[in-house]
Structures are given as structure tokens and as C-alpha cells.
């Protein structure tokens, strides 16, 4: 070991005594790192979260994971990956140890060679004789190919974790080395002391002398566990150096309900001890001697021990290059064993109630759906103290923390006057939602006694995920209610008590038709990324929050679609032709009315020709009185001798009571700058000018396009949808505010006599088109809709 000292020094190109500098790839340093302990001495962590305040990790490498498909050699890209993260979170400032599998592959694939060249040499001396025989390997004893594999194996990892200037050490062990003290003392102390140096121990079974395993000497109580795979090796080891996380990577997700790839199997998030009665384990995996059901037992037993577990896939190329290290950031990776089980269901369970819920809650009468809108409307009059006084606590908790920016304070707070709005704005919704679910858009006639219908449908399950906006819960749900979908609500911590009362009398108000868990709340400590991952339970995602927080479920949404906007950056033209009174009340009300809303205006465009005359003082002294700030763009700033602070970005959505001010030479300029600085969301032009403003409403391509109006009436209840789930940028289905119209989608109905057959030849289909007559026909507000096929 002393040997070793010199070599580590060279590679971090200090002493050890001086302190190790960091690799430039990695940007923390190691004295920065801070992991302190959240969890009791002997206790492992109760929560995912909790994960990444793990000191000390041992991550075990399953046969599967290290070797190749062909059992013959190691997956040397996989194995790479592997020890990249590992040094990565060893020189974040952890302790990292290995429990590796690969020195009988590795040795296999060494011993396969040597004895084929030796094959190849004899017959090349004998060939003379005419002795050439069909080449072939013996059968390989597992132990003596473990005995030249161990040296590569090793030699591998050193090479690979030289090149992230970490160091590493061997240690081999055997089950004996586990019941004599003597020698368990001799190896804790050895292992500490490679931790304490910055070494990457790496552990394995001494497959070259260990006895082959007995089938019956597993777990034999709680202080003792018999090493006979690596799987109970790293369980031993994590228990015996008080290790907080042990990660063990098999060629599965996790733990399945059933096994893998059978029908209905279903990956298991959190695994409680006792659960193991309901899993039916299936069997091991194509190298190894272990299976699932060892690595539950000694997952368990590691638990028992105050080591927390996880169980995850790291074969799967889509994940292996970052699997660790998300498990350690508290992501939903694979099986998480705990041993507090939560007070209510999961959020897949919650995903499944809903789904089921929603079913129920489409196939209702609208009449009952209307009514169940309307009791939550009286509700929330009824109920106005009891909200209020929940919204007073989280008002109170968020002004003493002092994290919350005031835009957010203001769209957290609560009034009655809110209260009112939105009851309001609810019975809109319940009167026109009754004829939204199941209404047909089109009927044809494909053939005689052949019809066709396309009729709305809900969506599904839709998840809301909503910061310090209480108000967006009845909203929602309303809508959700009225189009029959199912509903999935992630509400901000900062709004938890006003979300918890307002979820109650939603639930409320579902009852009474018997649909109570159509609308769940997800009040688990579920990660919003964890959430957007859930693509087999949920149909769409309305982020309803900061740009910042629809942007990151944009990226991590990756098979669920994404309705909502990441910025509201709104402009408002104030044409040549403007009128100075339509001018100054729009932009005070665009801007000053509510600075924090998305349809709020951020940029004022103005016309050249209008600097220096009675409309531009009179817009400048509005903005002063209303005290707003104002950030002059490069073009205005050219124009005077002492501007206001010039704008760092064309770009930006203030959400306060400041904006950007430019100059443009006309109408076009101004839509091009709209096209190039924009969000697509909504726009203003201001004019008397009937064509410009044609031209204008015409070319200009955003979700809203207003002309001498208001940027804030873009805005579902001034739409007349009674309420919005959001407002919509994107280019297909909903676009701008999404009322309930925007949460339905469509299905085809074909009813038939049995007899008629479909036919695709070119006759056949000629046919069908003389045939195809319109019985009736309607597409929304299109009644000149074609509806042949």
C-alpha cells in the first residue's frame, strides 16, 4: 500500500500532506462539498430526497452489468461510465467504495485466447502429419478463470480512474474473512484507511479459492449474513462500514412486482420491508450466481443494518452514463427501500385513482358534471373564511422567510374579491360545458349500413404543476370536471395549506356524484422531474408557474407533451397613426394593471417619427407617475444625449414594474422585431390606421394579436371561457388561453351491420368515395367543414 502513495501524488500533482487538488473536469472542491448527516446513527434515510446527503457509497457492479452479452470479456463503454460518475461524487468530496463483479469474465476471455493460440500452434507443427483438427475450448472452471482475470480486472479500473486522477486499491475477501473478528477488524481498518487517503477501494469475492455456495446457508439471522455472491457481500460491507447508500446496478429497472417482461409487471418505486409476500421473483440473471430475489434479501438485511438501498438498471445505454449519479440527486431510479412507509397512497397509485375517476366522471350525465362545478363555486363562497384564513398562514410563512419575490407574494395572497371572481368564472364554466364531452364533430356514411362519427373525448390524465398561485386549483379542476378529464395537481410548497383546503372542497364537490378521486393532490415529496417521467400514467403536462419552471419540465417531459408557454414577453406598437388617449390607456393598463401577469406588455415599440412630440412626453411622464422603469433599447438610447439604463437583453420578461423601450421605422420593423425578440404570446398594435393594422393582425405570428387593445385581455375569462388552464405558444392543438375546448380530444366511432367488408383495392376505394354521403355534419364553428372521408 505504501507504494501506492507516490504513484497518487504524481497524479494529483501535489503532496498528500498539502491537500489534493480538484481535476478540471469536476468544479467542486472537495473542501466546499457539505453532506451533513439528516439521518439517525443506525437509521437509513426515510425519503429519495434524502440521498443526496449520502457521505459514504458503495455502488456493487452485477456479472451483467460489467460483462459483455457474450459472457466472454468485459463492456468496457459500460464499465467507463461507471467509473466516471463514480469519480465524479469521490471527488465531490464522498467516499466511494466498489463491490465488482468481471474476474471470471475477464479471465474467461484471457484463458479462451491462450488456450486457442496454443491449439493454433500445435496444429501448425503437426501439419506436416496431417493432423489438423476442428479447433476447440474446453469447458472453463470458473475459479481458475476468476485467478487470471483478477490482475486484468484491476489493472482496467486503474487505468480508467488514473484518467480522472483518482486512485484506487484492491481488496479481496471470502466469507471467512467476515466471521473471524480479528480479520473483520484488519479489514474495516484497511478500508477506512484507503477512504481517509481519497482511495477508490474495489472489492470482489476471491472467486480463485472461495468453496462453491451452498444452496441453503442464506440469511441466518440479523447479525450475520453468509457471503455467497456479491449481492450479500455488498450488503455485509455497507452494515459493517456504516456506509450510508449502497447502490446496486443489475441488468433490470429495479424490483418488479412479477418478472420482468411478464404482462402487468410493474416496476416497484419504494420497496417496505414485509412487502416481499407480494412479489413473485423470476429467475437470475444470464451470468452470476445471483438472482432477485438475493439481491431483496440482502437489500433488506443492508436496511436493517441503517444502509439505504437502491436497486437499478445499469445496462440500459440510455441511462448508464448518468444512473449513479441520479440516484444520488434523489431521482426516481430504480427501487428505493425504505422503512417509513407514507401516511397516504404513492403518485402512481394517486395517477391510477384519478384515471379511474376520470373514467367514471366522463361517463356522467353533463347535467351531473355541471352541478358538480357549481357546488364547488358555492363552496368557495361558503367556505371564505376557512380559505382565507389558510391562505393568511402561508402569506405569513412566506413573508417571514423572506424567499419569495413580491410578484409571487402578490399571486400567492388571496381576497375575497378573488374568491368571488372565481366563483363567478367557475358557473361560466358549468354553463357551458354541457354539451363539451361525447358532442359529434362529424358524421359520414362510408358505405351502406356503414357509419362513421368523430366525437370529442377527454384527454385523459392531465398534470398541473403550479407555483404560489392558489387560484389555479379550483380553475383547473373546474375545466377538468367539466371536459371528464382526470387531474394530477402539483402545487408549490409556499401555497400548501391554501392548496390543501381548496383540493378538500374540490373533493368535496366531486362527491356528491361519487367521483371524489378524480382530482388528486400530490402532496408527497415527489420531484417535479420525477413527475414528468411518469409518461405511461400521464397524457399532458400544464406547467403553471415561471418561465424558469416551464422550461425544465419542457426538458424533462421527454414522452409526455407539454402544453403552456416558458415566457411572456408581450409588445405593445404605438403607431405613427396612434390616438394619444387609446395610446396612454392601453399601455398603463397592459403594463401597470397587474406588471406580474404573463399577458403583461414588457417592450413599448415606438414609431421614429413620434420622438420628441406631445404622445411620446405624454407616455414618458404616464410611466414616470406609474413608476415604472424603464431600460432603453440600443436603437432608443442612439437617439438621446442622457438615456435611461440600456437594456442587457431584447429578451427579457420583467414580470415587474419595469420595461424595455425601442425605437422602429414603421409597422414592419416592428413585426420583424416581434418575430426575432418575442415569445409568441400576445402582441399589440395601436393605431387609426385600418390597413396597417391589417397588415399587422395578418403577418404577425402569435398566439394573440390585439389591435388597440389591451395585452391583459389575453386572458381566458375575458375571453368568455369562464377560466384557463394556461396559455398555449405552441404551434399545434390549443393555442393561446386554453379554455375547456383545449383539454378535449376526439375518437372515431364506426358502427357497422357485420356484413360490409373493408375493401383497398382501387375499385373498392373508388367506391367508397362515390358512396361517402354526409348524413351530418359539424366542425366547431365551421359549418362549410367538408365531411366526406
Known amino acids: 500500500m505504501l507504494q501506492r502513495l507516490p504513484l497518487c501524488s504524481r497524479l494529483w500533482g501535489v503532496p498528500w500532506s498539502s491537500g489534493a487538488k480538484m481535476h478540471p473536469r469536476f468544479t467542486r472542491a472537495v473542501s466546499q462539498a457539505k453532506f451533513p448527516v439528516t439521518r439517525s446513527p443506525g437509521k437509513s434515510f426515510a425519503h429519495r430526497s434524502e440521498l443526496r446527503h449520502a457521505k459514504r457509497i458503495v455502488v456493487k457492479l452485477g456479472s451483467a452489468v460489467v460483462t459483455r452479452g457474450d459472457e466472454c470479456g468485459l463492456a468496457l463503454g459500460r464499465l467507463a461510465s461507471i467509473v466516471e460518475q463514480v469519480a465524479m461524487l469521490q471527488n465531490q468530496g464522498r467516499e466511494m467504495l466498489i463491490v465488482t463483479s468481471g474476474a471470471v469474465a475477464f479471465g474467461k476471455q484471457r484463458l479462451r485466447h491462450e488456450i486457442l493460440l496454443s491449439q493454433s500452434v500445435r496444429q501448425a507443427l503437426h501439419s506436416g502429419q496431417n493432423q489438423l483438427k476442428e479447433m476447440s475450448v474446453p469447458v472453463l472452471e470458473a475459479r481458475a478463470c476468476a485467478a487470471a482475470g483478477q490482475s486484468g480486472l484491476m489493472a482496467l479500473y486503474e487505468a480508467m480512474f488514473t484518467q480522472y486522477s483518482t486512485c484506487t486499491a484492491q481488496i479481496l475477501v471470502t466469507n471467512l474473512d467476515f466471521h473471524d473478528e480479528q480479520k473483520r477488524r484488519n479489514l474495516s481498518s484497511t478500508l477506512l484507511e484507503l477512504l481517509r487517503m481519497n482511495i477508490v477501494p474495489i472489492i470482489n469475492t476471491n472467486d480463485a479459492v472461495v468453496p462453491p455456495p451452498v444452496p441453503n446457508s442464506d440469511l441466518q439471522g440479523v447479525n450475520v449474513i453468509s457471503i455467497k455472491d456479491n449481492d450479500s457481500l455488498a450488503a455485509r460491507l455497507a452494515v459493517e462500514m456504516k456506509a450510508d447508500l449502497l447502490i446496486a446496478l443489475s441488468d433490470v429497472q429495479g424490483l418488479y412486482d412479477s418478472p420482468p417482461g411478464t404482462d402487468d409487471a410493474k416496476l416497484i418505486d419504494i420497496f417496505y420491508p414485509g412487502d416481499q409476500q407480494s412479489i413473485t421473483f423470476g429467475s437470475k440473471s444470464r451470468v452470476g450466481i445471483g438472482g432477485m430475489e438475493a439481491k431483496v434479501k440482502a437489500a433488506l438485511w443492508a436496511l436493517q443494518g441503517g444502509t439505504s438501498v437502491v436497486i437499478a438498471n445499469g445496462t440500459d445505454p440510455k441511462v448508464t452514463g448518468h444512473v449513479i449519479t441520479d440516484i444520488v440527486d434523489g431521482k426516481k431510479v430504480g427501487t428505493f427501500f425504505s422503512e417509513v412507509k407514507p401516511a397516504g397512497p404513492t403518485v402512481e397509485q394517486q395517477a391510477e385513482m384519478a384515471r379511474q375517476g376520470g373514467r367514471t366522471l366522463a361517463s356522467l350525465l353533463p347535467e351531473q358534471r355541471a352541478e358538480i362545478i357549481c357546488h364547488l363555486a358555492d363552496l368557495l363562497t361558503e367556505k371564505k373564511d376557512d380559505i382565507l384564513a389558510a391562505n393568511k398562514k402561508d402569506m405569513d410563512l412566506a413573508e417571514s422567510s423572506g424567499r419569495l419575490s413580491q410578484p409571487l407574494l402578490k399571486r400567492l395572497s388571496l381576497s375575497s374579491a378573488k374568491l368571488n371572481s372565481l366563483a363567478i368564472g367557475l358557473r361560466q364554466i358549468s354553463s357551458s360545458s354541457r354539451d363539451s364531452v361525447g358532442r359529434v364533430l362529424r358524421r359520414t356514411r362510408v358505405a351502406n349500413n356503414l357509419e362513421l362519427e368523430q366525437i370529442t373525448v377527454p384527454i385523459g390524465v392531465l398534470l398541473v404543476i403550479f407555483e404560489s398561485r392558489p387560484d389555479c386549483l379550483p380553475q383547473v379542476s373546474a375545466l377538468a370536471i367539466a371536459s371528464g378529464n382526470a387531474l394530477l395537481l402539483k402545487g408549490g410548497k409556499e401555497a400548501a395549506n391554501t392548496n390543501h383546503i381548496l383540493h378538500q372542497l374540490t373533493q368535496e364537490a366531486l362527491s356528491i356524484h361519487g367521483v371524489r378521486d378524480a382530482v388528486q393532490l400530490v402532496s408527497t415529496r415527489e420531484e417535479v422531474e420525477d413527475l414528468c417521467r411518469l409518461d405511461k400514467m400521464i397524457d399532458l403536462i400544464i406547467p403553471r408557474g415561471s418561465s424558469q419552471l416551464v422550461r425544465d419540465i419542457q426538458r424533462a417531459a421527454k414522452g409526455i407533451p407539454v402544453l403552456g408557454?416558458?415566457?411572456?414577453?408581450?409588445?405593445?406598437?404605438?403607431?405613427?397613426?396612434?390616438?394619444?388617449?387609446?395610446?396612454?390607456?392601453?399601455?398603463?393598463?397592459?403594463?401597470?394593471?397587474?406588471?406580474?401577469?404573463?399577458?403583461?406588455?414588457?417592450?413599448?415599440?415606438?414609431?421614429?417619427?413620434?420622438?420628441r412630440t406631445p404622445l411620446f412626453d405624454q407616455i414618458i411622464d404616464m410611466l414616470r407617475v406609474e413608476k415604472v422603469k424603464i431600460h432603453a433599447g440600443p436603437k432608443f438610447a442612439s437617439y438621446l444625449t442622457f438615456s435611461p439604463s440600456e437594456v442587457k437583453s431584447l429578451r427579457t420578461e420583467y414580470g415587474d414594474l419595469e420595461c424595455c423601450m425601442e425605437v422602429v421605422d414603421g409597422m414592419q420593423e416592428a413585426v420583424d422585431h416581434i418575430h426575432k425578440y418575442g415569445s409568441a404570446h400576445t402582441d399589440v398594435i395601436v393605431t387609426e390606421n385600418e390597413e396597417t393594422a391589417e397588415q399587422f393582425l395578418q403577418q404577425l405570428d402569435s398566439a394573440c394579436v390585439f389591435w388597440n387593445a389591451s395585452s391583459r385581455f389575453s386572458d381566458g375569462y375575458r375571453f368568455g371561457l369562464g377560466a384557463e388552464v394556461g396559455i398555449s405558444t405552441a404551434r399545434i392543438h390549443a393555442r393561446g388561453p386554453v379554455g375547456l375546448e383545449g383539454l378535449l380530444t376526439t375518437k372515431w366511432v364506426l358502427r357497422g351491420d357485420g356484413q360490409t367488408v373493408a375493401d383497398f383495392s382501387e375499385q373498392g376505394s373508388m367506391k367508397y368515395l362515390h358512396e361517402n354521403i354526409p348524413i351530418a355534419q359539424k366542425l366547431f364553428s365551421s359549418p362549410s367543414y367538408s365531411a366526406s372521408s
Open 565 to 611: 408557454h416558458s415566457e411572456g414577453i408581450c409588445h405593445v406598437y404605438i403607431d405613427v397613426d396612434a390616438s394619444i388617449d387609446k395610446a396612454i390607456n392601453i399601455i398603463r393598463d397592459s403594463k401597470c394593471d397587474y406588471p406580474a401577469a404573463c399577458n403583461a406588455m414588457e417592450t413599448l415599440l415606438v414609431h421614429r417619427d413620434l420622438l
